[in-house]
DNA sequence: CAGCAGTGTGCGA
DNA sequence: TCGCACACTGCTG
């Protein structure tokens, strides 16, 4: 298959701000210390900073300044305060993300059998497709059960980020049909296409353990985050939080299943499958919905 | 502050 | 089958 020649046809102008928006964040995650105005980092992009500033408030909904003050260390700590966490067994019974998340994306979520786990895929037919997104190019991937897989790429990366979600089921058979991926996409990043009435079918597939460390995080809410600790609490295996970091990170709907909320105890970001700066990128974006 | 134990999983030897 | 690395955390000196 020729991942590479397919996405060209499907990235829009919008999907290029992320680029943009990248390396502002980094600028500024970076070099926070210095507090570098929009006038240094205009001149290092190579962009007037009025358009910058345009750009940047565009994609956030918040100023760029605005934006830092959103992703540091005492805002994660903020986001961690627990009063408002739905519970865990009431939004498992309902089967649907709990009542607190009016203004999250709804899912609905069913998870492979043991069997079906061991077979890697097997008999599992996965369309895909690339799209455009808020944080970059978005590998979307669905069956006939839901959502499967959201992978993020840099551009170029569009590849390696197909074998990466390739590798996890590998004996299933893939078919690239973005014209059946695109209505997944468009919906997942549109907050005013977000509904508890019609919620998203989700697809979970992992282990029996990674599977209920994801539900876990369908319960965190908007504006809100988690610990690692936390969780293996939830799950009843308190003290298993470093293996709740590993299946945190083998999540495979990024951003649907927000593992991007899921920080260090000490509201460190620690570590992000598809890259700090962009779980930065999203932590702010949200604090810009929130 | 460094070092280590405890945890489930996947991967390579 | 075994050993190791992980997006961790709390306890020990």
Redesign the pocket.
Known sequence: MNVATSIQTDITPKGTDYDTVRCVIEALTENYRDQPSLEALARRLGQPPTQLQKVFTRWAGLSPKAFLQAVTLDHAKRLLRQEDMPLLETSIEVGLSGPGRLHDLFVTHEAMSPGEWKARGAGLTIRYGFHPSPFGTALVMVTDRGLAGLAFADPGEERASFEDMA??WPNALYVEDSAATARYAARIFDPDRWSAEEPLRIFLI?????VRVWQALLHVPLGKAT???RIAEEIG?P?????????????PI?FVVP??R?L???G?L?????GLTRKRAILGWEAGKA
Do not use: E, I, L, P
């Not at 003290?239 to 999540?251: D, E, K």
């Open positions: 590798g996890r992992g282990s029996d353990f990674q610990t690692y600790s295996q003290t298993a939080s470093r293996a709740v970091g590993a299946a945190v990170g083998r999540n990024s593992c991007h899921a260090g105890k000490s460190d620690t570590g992000y499958h598809w």
